[in-house]
C-alpha cells in the first residue's frame, strides 16, 4: 500500500491526448464520461480538482473531418482553435449531469514566467476551487506554438501543480507507468513501480524507451516530475484503462508508477 507524504486535499490530473482522442478523427466519448464520472465523485467527497487536458487538436481534426495531423504550425493552431471550444463542450456536458461548473484557463509560457500573470493565474484558480468550479486548463496553441512540438502539456501540468503546491500529481496517458522497455513494443514489459530518484541512468533508460519520440513521449513527463519531486510534491504516471484508477490510487493501491518525493 501506498502512504503518501500529506493528506490528499488538492490534485492536478493531467490528461494526455491518447486519452481524449486517437490523434486524428476521433473522439473517445467513452473515456471522457469515465473520467468525469470519477472525479465528479472525488469532488463529493471534498477533494479539489485541477485538469489540464490536451487533446484540442485531436478534437478539432475530428469537428472537421480531417484524417491526418498536419504538420503547419499554423494548420495546427487553427486546428486548436476550433478544437478547445468542442473539448470544453465536451467537459461541460459530462460535468453538467453531475451539477458541476467548469471554468477554462488558457496559458502560456510566458503567463508562468512572469510573476504578476502567475499570480493573477493562481488567484484566479483559487477562487474556482473555492466556488467549487474545476478549472480545465490548456496550453493556448492558438497563439503560442511550444506544446505543438514538445510536451504534451506535461510541462504544463508541472508548474500549476508547483504553482498552488497541491498533494498530488496524476497523469492519465495510454501507457500503464514507465516501464523497462516500450510496452507497445513488448509484451513482456514490467511497470516500474517506485522511482525514488530521477538519475542520468534513469533518463537513459526512458530516452531508448521514447525512441527519439519528443512529443508526449515518456520523457517530458518524467522531466517535468523531477521538479516536482525535489519540492516535496508526489506524482504518479498511470494508464485510465484500470477500472476506477482514480479513486484506487487515492485509496493507497500500488498503481502505475509513483515518484516519490524527496522533501
Known amino acids: 500500500m501506498r502512504l503518501f507524504p500529506s493528506e490528499i486535499n488538492k490534485i492536478v490530473i493531467k490528461v494526455s491526448t491518447q486519452m481524449i482522442t486517437d490523434g486524428v478523427a476521433k473522439i473517445y466519448h467513452d473515456k471522457i464520461h469515465a473520467l468525469v464520472e470519477e472525479i465528479a465523485e472525488l469532488i463529493n467527497k471534498g477533494i479539489s480538482v485541477i485538469i489540464v487536458s490536451s487533446g ?5 481534426l475530428a469537428k472537421l473531418g480531417l484524417d ?26 459530462e460535468f453538467n449531469k453531475h451539477g458541476i461548473e467548469v471554468g477554462q484557463i488558457l496559458l502560456s509560457a510566458d503567463d508562468m514566467k512572469n510573476s504578476v500573470r502567475r499570480s493573477n493565474v493562481r488567484n484566479t484558480l483559487d477562487v474556482l476551487l473555492s466556488k467549487g468550479i474545476v478549472p480545465i486548463i490548456n496550453e493556448n496553441d492558438s497563439v503560442a506554438i511550444e506544446e505543438l512540438s514538445y510536451g504534451d502539456n506535461d510541462k504544463l501540468s508541472a508548474l500549476v501543480a508547483v504553482l498552488l503546491y497541491v498533494d498530488l500529481l496524476i497523469i492519465l496517458t495510454d501507457v500503464p507507468g514507465l516501464c523497462d522497455k516500450n510496452p507497445k513494443l513488448h ?25 527519439g519520440i519528443t512529443f508526449g513521449g515518456m520523457l517530458s513527463k518524467v522531466n517535468a516530475i523531477k521538479k516536482l519531486m525535489n519540492i516535496g510534491i508526489p506524482a504518479i504516471i498511470t494508464s485510465f484503462e484500470n477500472s476506477s484508477v482514480l479513486k484506487r490510487i487515492l485509496q493507497g493501491e500500488e498503481i502505475g ?6 522533501k
Do not use: W
Request: include cysteine.
Open 56 to 60: 484540442a487538436i485531436g478534437c478539432g
Open 68 to 93: 491526418k495531423r498536419p504538420e503547419s504550425h499554423k494548420i495546427l493552431q487553427a486546428l486548436s482553435a476550433v478544437g478547445q471550444i468542442h473539448l470544453m463542450s465536451l467537459y461541460q456536458e
Open 187 to 211: 509484451p513482456n514489459y514490467h511497470v516500474i513501480e517506485t522511482v525514488e530518484a530521477i538519475d542520468d541512468k534513469l533518463l537513459k533508460l526512458v530516452e531508448d524507451i521514447d525512441g
Open 257 to 262: 508508477t509513483y515518484f516519490v518525493p524527496q
